[in-house]
T-cell receptor, first 115, second 113 residues
């Protein structure tokens, strides 16, 4: 019940296209859902995050769509660029009354954007 | 640079040796986390501190692992009697309470021969 399932494992997109990565969770007590971007040999970098009280959040070319009833959330990268080529991780955490905000990560999606 | 820093960035050791890693969080953050990441996987939670108190430990953290944050600032993670299965990237993150936003350091890559 603590798992976060991420798909696809890898994704190839042409420059200018839309990249879509999906995640699903079981634990309805999760209340924070961030996405991280990681380049080889580097630590994960926080990209964008959402809480379940909104269905969508947009920051620049990155959008999170959140479907509370389906227990799913997704990352959309508009106008994908070669510089976006990286591994993307979704995550989820409990909070509030659970007094813990450790992140539970998905298994990652390796995105390759070709010119 | 005001980000999370980790030292060393790389560590190669022989099986059975002890190793210690250091993490310096963002200065105003009072929460500090350790995660472990193996190749092709997402980071896995190990432990976290609020100020100097260690509030949660994962079952992944065997008796050979110990973490400290003595003055509520930097933290150390020690692995005793290293095993080849300990080879991984060890990541540190910090956050302010209530925001949920965790910022990661560059990691320490451990290789156990």
């Amino acid at each position: 019940q603590q798992q976060v399932k991420q798909s696809p494992q890898s994704l190839i997109v042409q420059k200018g296209g839309i990249s879509i990565i999906n995640c699903a969770y079981e634990n309805t007590a999760f209340d924070y859902f961030p996405w991280y971007q990681q380049f080889p040999g580097k630590g994960p970098a926080l990209l964008i995050a959402i809480r379940p009280d909104v269905s969508e959040k947009k920051e620049g070319r990155f959008t999170i769509s959140f479907n509370k009833s389906a227990k799913q959330f997704s990352l959309h990268i508009m106008d994908s660029q070669p510089g976006d080529s990286a591994t993307y991780f979704c995550a989820a955490s409990l909070g509030g009354s659970y007094n813990t905000d450790k992140l539970i990560f998905g298994t990652g999606t390796r995105l390759q954007v070709f010119p | 640079d005001t980000g999370v820093s980790q030292d060393p960035r790389h560590k190669i050791t022989k099986r059975g040796q002890n190793v210690t890693f250091r993490c310096d969080p963002i200065s105003e953050h009072n929460r500090l986390y350790w995660y472990r990441q193996t190749l092709g996987q997402g980071p896995e939670f190990l432990t976290y501190f609020q100020n100097e108190a260690q509030l949660e430990k994962s079952r992944l953290l065997s008796d050979r692992f110990s973490a400290e944050r003595p003055k509520g600032s930097f933290s150390t993670l020690e692995i005793q009697r290293t095993e080849q299965g300990d080879s991984a990237m060890y990541l540190c993150a910090s956050s302010s309470p209530g925001t949920g936003e965790q910022f990661f350091g560059p990691g320490t890559r451990l290789t156990v021969l």
